[in-house]
């Protein structure tokens, strides 16, 4: 046994997860609210069996996914269908997730493609991270990405280091993107030339009625006269069941003549004209009379000026073709200009069909020349002539584009690269959907390269996700953990060895400050004030306070004798380097240390706070310095003393929130020790998620005026956002928590006890502030107030609070309400009852119920009980990829005496162990041994009737074709036996 092996044996994984989300029974597995998602309803769910655990989300309905068959709806996809992935492969969908959500959107545009991609927080984008400067004006990147270009030209090698080391590919989550960051959308460069065509494939109308068409040759070179008709016809060319017609303009009479002769070149059919003169439309029309051609035609290209696109077959074709196609589609539908501040003739074809649009992107980057999309939505104009939402692409074959870089992968793929222009957050209550991709893991948006959901697997990857650590990190801490001593596992050095040389050294410095302050005469009179303060001898011990000396180089003499580099300093922000002296030095000192840790008692950084002085200029220094982010430390993931406190903060599952370290200490000390403190007013997102993991109700002791401070009520909607319940403790004797203790320490524990509610708070304090009898005080509360109640995400919430306002002000309810939506309005407040959802494209209910049967199977405990039923059905799955599952279940049952999902896993092909998992998952509600046998027995028989009812389709079909006698008698016998068993199962079931 390996030590992974080891590690996962000696931790349970319900066990582990319950110390971070609540989990409850659910069948043979258990259920919880998912740690990574915002959402109400449980999607989180954990195999004590398979020690797995799996949870899902991340595109809203309506959102664009890229197909080989051009965008179709995320939630239109199922593990039928395949995407192009994020490297630009044809890959297959093994998995399709879907879950409530109930959190922010964000909503994304790039330079170039104009349109909005909208995604959860926690969706990973793929970015082309580097400097911040590089990040913040595009000029910059360009500037240095341009250089790397340049060298690639003659060593492709050194580029690829180049770019590894300042500019590397990164997956992050969408909630931390910027304004500038450049993403990656992919080009397609497999190229496979095509030498015939057989269009009998696109035939598939056949009728005996009426005249024989006219004979045309089905085996078509892909010549350039047979590309250029094509593009023609994507440009001006519609069908009808008997012909196919070409709509061109008065002027174009060379253009028809083309036309003409490429039809009969091609087909052997003489096309007419018509001169359309009279009434309304004018123009010249071109025939070519061949139904068989007109249905041929629709099959290729599309139906309908929506559906237009170029032939799929032909997407991989040569550039050199595929441009043909584009001049043809420019030709017949293009217009050309001079931009703007520019002596370059530009071209743009504009199209209600957004496949087209997007093929024809594709192509030109293929061929390096870079478009501009621009969407226009439908309108009516003045002529009241109703138009369709549409797609411009423009171009230029002459002019060199500004944003025109390619990023160029190591496996022989391309990436053009875009800067966000864009970025928006916004709430959103509904369902969300995902991808499991096969092999590359990543599928495409209308506009950049995301990951696909891979969220779940065993304790690692919960531990790496969980605290967004890497994997060496992960094993240490679960090692630890489980009592196990690695031996023999060694790792690439990396962010995991860099974070953990900065714990190394953050924690020895931790020490050093700490035995100056309690052992040392340098820290004599910083231990005088904190003992003066209240705080005891354990609690410096415990929570690791410490004194920086009023030296130059105190920390960083002893650190770099313990063999650390001054970059390791530097990076752990324990020094400051000064560059134009090229020197350095600490940068604490004199100053009280407090120790800042992360939830697993890791030292990340430090805070220092002046002591009282009697220089006037010593005054001026600041209160507080704080360690400035480092790859371990981010302030707004911090929570001072929770390392400490958690355990009383789960078992109470209730936080109190303080803004000083000397408060948060002070409180422990007396014993209400499910507390932790926060720098400055603002609850953070990072924040809020980590204490989401311990309880559910938060208790606020901040200084701030709540009602005022922006940043503060950001934090608390986005408490309200995430389910907790939120109390604000009121001190009426003193300024803050330490000095109410000070004075008596049942007074903060009655405080404590009697928190308000947040809204609560809001009222009373605000109608403190101002007078609610006076016209102008009303105005003043309802300013401050408005804008916060309409925030509330409760509707019941929300109206009981508005109403209390217009009891408390004594005016009219209603006339509040109408108040409070001109504020939403004008501010924009995102109101979620407000947004409507997009109607879903429902998988069919037999795919529904086969994968659900899968489940049954699965998850029971003596399926062996059902293999006689089983083996008489299999033939009647539909759902391919459930079929194999049930076979192989099956021939396990065959082979073993009894059924364990471990050595079932073990044995079926990796592809089918994604929905195998997923099945085995799948919540299954608690049943008795009868209820589940009873159920079984239903979905059997439904199962059999979506059988029954497609064979009774099929032999209608077959009846109608047939010519021979016997196959008659024989096809009609098989109706009326089929039909008979519909019957008689549809009278059972009744």
């Keep these: 046994m390996d030590n992974l092996d080891e590690i996962k044996s000696k931790i349970d994984i319900v066990t582990f997860i319950s110390e971070y989300v609540t989990l409850k029974r659910a069948g043979r597995n258990f259920k919880g609210i998912c740690p990574f998602h915002n959402e109400k309803t449980p999607s989180f769910i954990v195999s004590p069996e398979r020690q797995i655990w799996h949870c899902f989300g991340c595109l809203p ?126 080009i397609r460069t497999i190229e496979k030339k095509i030498g015939m065509l057989d269009l009998s494939n696109y035939l598939n109308k056949v009728t005996n009625f009426g005249p024989k068409p006219k004979k045309i040759p089905f085996q078509i070179h892909i010549n350039e006269n047979f590309l250029k008709l094509l593009g023609y016809f994507i440009a001006e060319g519609s069908t009808h069941r008997g012909y196919i017609r070409f709509s061109l303009g008065n002027h174009e009479e060379k253009f028809a003549k083309e036309i003409i002769f490429l039809i009969k070149k091609i087909f052997a059919l003489q096309a007419k004209i018509h001169r359309r003169s009279n009434g309304h439309k004018t123009g010249i029309e071109i025939t070519a009379c061949q139904s068989q051609l007109a249905n041929i035609f629709e099959n290729l290209v599309g139906k309908g000026a929506a559906n237009k696109h170029i032939p799929f077959i032909f997407q991989e074709l040569p550039t050199t073709q595929q441009f043909v196609i ?136 919960f531990a790496e996700k969980i605290d967004n650590i890497e994997f060496p990190e992960a094993l240490r801490i679960l090692a630890k953990k489980a009592g196990v001593k690695l031996q023999n596992i060694h790792f690439d050095q990396g962010v995991s060895q860099q974070k953990e040389k900065l714990y190394q050294l953050n924690h020895l410095a ?45 920390v960083s003499k002893f650190l770099l004798k313990k063999g650390f580099k001054v970059d390791d300093l530097e990076q752990a922000g324990l020094i400051i380097r000064d560059r134009n002296k090229n020197s350095y030095y600490d940068r604490f000192r004199g100053r009280l240390i407090f120790t800042l840790k992360d939830h697993r008692g890791n030292v990340v950084g430090f805070a220092g706070r002046k002591l009282p002085q009697e220089n006037e200029a010593e005054e001026k220094e600041a209160k507080y310095i704080n360690s400035p982010e480092t790859p371990v430390y981010i302030k707004g993931n911090v929570l001072y003393g929770l390392d ?129 009898e006076d016209p102008e005080g009303k105005k003043h509360i309802t300013d401050e107030l408005l804008p916060i109640l309409s925030r509330i995400q409760n509707l019941v919430v929300r109206d009981f609070y508005l109403k209390q306002l217009a009891r408390k002000l004594n005016v009219d309810s209603e006339i509040l309400q109408m ?5 939403v309005k004008e501010e924009k ?5 407000t947004k409507p959802v997009p109607r879903l494209l429902e998988r069919s209910r037999r795919d529904l119920l086969e994968e659900y049967l899968v489940a049954m199977v699965l998850q029971s405990q003596t399926p062996k009980i059902w293999e006689k039923e089983l083996t008489a059905i299999l033939d009647y799955f539909k759902n391919d990829a459930a079929k194999k599952i049930l076979q192989k279940a099956l021939n396990f049952l065959n082979s073993h005496q009894n059924w364990e999902i471990k050595k079932f896993v073990c044995e079926i092909p990796s592809e089918l ?21 009873e159920e079984f027995k239903e979905i059997v028989k439904e199962i059999e009737l979506f059988y029954l009812k497609d064979k009774l389709v099929r032999l209608g079909d077959d009846i109608k074709t047939v010519t021979n006698d016997k196959d008659l008698v024989n096809l009609n016998s098989q109706f009326d036996e089929t039909a008979l068993k519909i019957k008689q199962l549809t009278a059972k079931k009744e």
């Design 61 to 186: 309905p309506g959102e664009k996914i890229k197909t080989p068959f051009g965008y179709h709806n995320i939630e239109e996809l199922d593990h039928n269908h395949w995407v192009i992935s994020g490297q630009g492969n044809i890959r297959k969908i093994t998995n399709v997730l879907v879950h409530q959500y109930n959190g922010n959107l964000v909503k994304i545009r790039l330079r170039k493609i104009k349109q909005d991609v909208r995604l959860t927080t926690d969706h990973n984008v793929f970015v082309m991270k580097g400097a911040p400067y590089l990040q913040k004006k595009y000029k910059n990147f360009s500037r240095r990405y341009n250089k790397y270009l340049k060298i690639r030209e003659s060593n492709i090698d050194k580029y690829q280091k180049l770019i590894d080391k300042y500019l590397p590919i990164t997956k992050i989550p969408a909630g931390e993107l910027k304004r500038g960051n450049i993403l990656l959308y992919p």
């Design 326 to 461: 584009i001049e043809a589609v420019f030709k017949g539908d293009g217009t050309s200009f001079i931009a703007n501040r520019s002596q370059n003739r530009h071209k743009s074809i504009t199209t209600v069909s957004e496949i087209l649009a997007e093929q024809l992107i594709d192509i030109l980057l293929r061929l390096h020349i870079f478009p501009t999309l621009y969407t226009n939505g439908p309108k009516i104009d003045k002529l009241l002539v109703n138009h369709k939402k549409s797609f411009t692409v423009i171009w230029s074959d002459e002019a060199r584009q500004k944003y025109n870089l390619i990023y160029y992968g190591k496996d022989g793929s391309q990436y053009w690269l875009l800067p966000i222009i864009q970025l928006k957050q916004e709430e959103y209550r509904g369902p969300v959907y995902n991808l499991t991709v096969d092999r590359d893991h990543t599928f495409i948006t209308s506009n950049f390269a995301v990951g696909n959901c891979n969220v779940g697997g065993d304790i690692f990857e």
């Design 510 to 554: 931790s020490e050093f400050y700490h035995y100056l302050l309690t052992s040392h005469e340098s820290g004599k009179k910083a231990l005088d004030y904190i003992l003066k303060r209240g705080i005891t001898k354990k609690s410096l011990e415990l929570f690791k306070i410490g004194y920086a000396p009023n030296a130059w180089e105190g």
């Design 644 to 772: 400490i406190t958690k355990e009383a903060i789960r078992k109470q599952n209730q936080a109190i929130i303080v803004e000083g370290e000397i408060d948060c200490i002070s409180s422990y000390q007396i014993g209400t020790s499910n507390v932790v403190a926060i720098k400055g007013s603002a609850l953070t997102e990072g924040q809020l998620r980590l204490l989401k993991r311990f309880c559910d109700s938060l208790l606020l002791s901040l200084d701030a005026d709540l009602a005022g401070d922006m940043a503060a009520r950001r934090g608390i909607e986005l408490a309200d956002s995430l389910g907790f319940t939120i109390k604000v403790i009121r001190l009426k004797t003193a300024k803050d928590p330490n000095e109410c203790i000070e004075k008596d320490s049942s007074l903060w524990t009655s405080a404590v006890k009697q928190a308000v509610p947040i809204y609560d708070f809001y009222l009373d304090s605000t109608l403190e502030k101002y007078n609610p």
């Design 819 to 823: 108040e409070a939506q001109r504020i």
């Design 829 to 833: 407040l995102p109101v979620l009852a």
């Design 913 to 933: 162990i994604s929905l195998t998992d997923k099945l085995f998952l799948l919540d299954l509600k608690e049943k008795t041994l009868e209820e589940q046998k």
